[in-house]
């Protein structure tokens, strides 16, 4: 079983950034495939991005350039910097992970509310 807690969400202004981290339970944490998913209200969830077990990134369009996805494999923690954010960025954030091989996301965190005003 593995545990996801993120932390690092709040209210900033368009053209800010935030640092979401993502810590995460389970002693073969090195191998999972961890993703960043959101969710506005009113809208289904969407893929932001993942780093895989070669810390790897892939994003959606809609955030390349301006996120970034890095882990420490060491402190079993999954970061996302979110720079240039934009009103359309707001949504709940949610770290996700899956082992090698999956092509679902088994586990999930609570999420993190991330704010963007105009």
């Known amino acids: 079983q593995v545990q996801l807690v993120e932390s690092g969400g709040g209210l900033v202004q368009a053209g800010g950034s935030l640092r979401l981290s993502c810590a995460a339970s389970g002693r073969t944490f090195r191998t999972y495939t961890m993703g960043w998913f959101r969710q506005a209200p009113g809208k289904e969830r969407e893929f932001v991005g993942r780093?895989?077990?070669?810390?790897?990134?892939y994003y959606a369009d809609s955030v390349k350039g301006r996120f970034t996805i890095s882990r420490d494999n060491a402190k079993n923690m999954v970061y996302m910097q979110m720079n240039s954010l934009k009103p359309e960025d707001t949504a709940i954030y949610y770290c996700?992970?899956?082992?090698?091989?999956?092509?679902?996301?088994?586990?999930w965190g609570q999420g993190t509310q991330v704010t963007v005003s105009a």
């Open positions: 780093t895989d077990w070669s810390g790897g990134a």
């Open positions: 996700a992970a899956r082992n090698p091989g999956q092509s679902e996301y088994p586990y």
